[in-house]
């Protein structure tokens, strides 16, 4: 990635999202090539749905161990790559935001097995935490729930708390 502020490194090292966000957006834009990784994403999968993922989750695919940690929270660049002014906030009304921290190489990985649910220290999921984004907090027990969870990082936290009243 070309600037690690916002891409990339530890907490940001590979972007899942599920195929069937691409179903969705199928039915709301008009566009000729669906391919894989349109969306930014270095890890598309099947089932792991924004309102089920919970941060702390942990997954393994193949070998591999990851941890949802955050949600993608999407820059200017896409909308240069959708040509649209207004892409960002198109994504945030449809969701589909799924942030993985880990290590993967790009492709489509069908057998994704949740080791480990953190569900009992951390019933937040993707969704909540965008909720709670793109709401500034509007919902303060959630907001104090997420700034509890010592996985979810502290740059984010930073945002976060912001918003408390």
């Given at each position: 990635q070309a600037d690690l502020r916002y891409h990339g490194?530890?907490?940001?090292?590979?972007?899942?999202?599920?195929?069937?966000?691409?179903?969705?957006?199928k039915t709301v834009l008009e566009r000729?090539?669906?391919?894989m990784g349109l969306f930014g994403?270095?890890?598309t999968t099947d089932g792991i749905l924004d309102h089920e993922v919970k941060i702390g989750s942990i997954y393994q695919i193949g070998t591999t161990t990851l941890q949802v940690i955050q949600p993608?929270?999407?820059?200017?660049?896409?909308n240069i790559r959708f040509g649209l002014p207004d892409m960002i906030e198109r994504f945030f009304e449809q969701r589909g935001m799924v942030r993985?921290?880990?290590?993967?190489?790009?492709?489509?990985f069908r057998q994704v097995?949740?080791?480990n649910s953190t569900g009992i220290e951390f019933s937040v999921t993707i969704q909540d935490v965008v909720e709670c984004l793109t709401s500034k907090g509007g919902n303060q027990e959630k907001l104090q729930e997420i700034l509890l969870i010592p996985v979810f990082p502290e740059r984010m936290k930073e945002r976060f708390r912001k918003f408390l009243n």
């Open positions: 490194g530890q907490d940001k090292a590979v972007y899942a999202y599920d195929i069937s966000y691409y179903e969705h957006w000729e090539s669906w391919e994403e270095n890890l993608r929270i999407p820059c200017y660049k896409v993985i921290s880990g290590c993967w190489k790009k492709g489509i097995m949740l080791l």
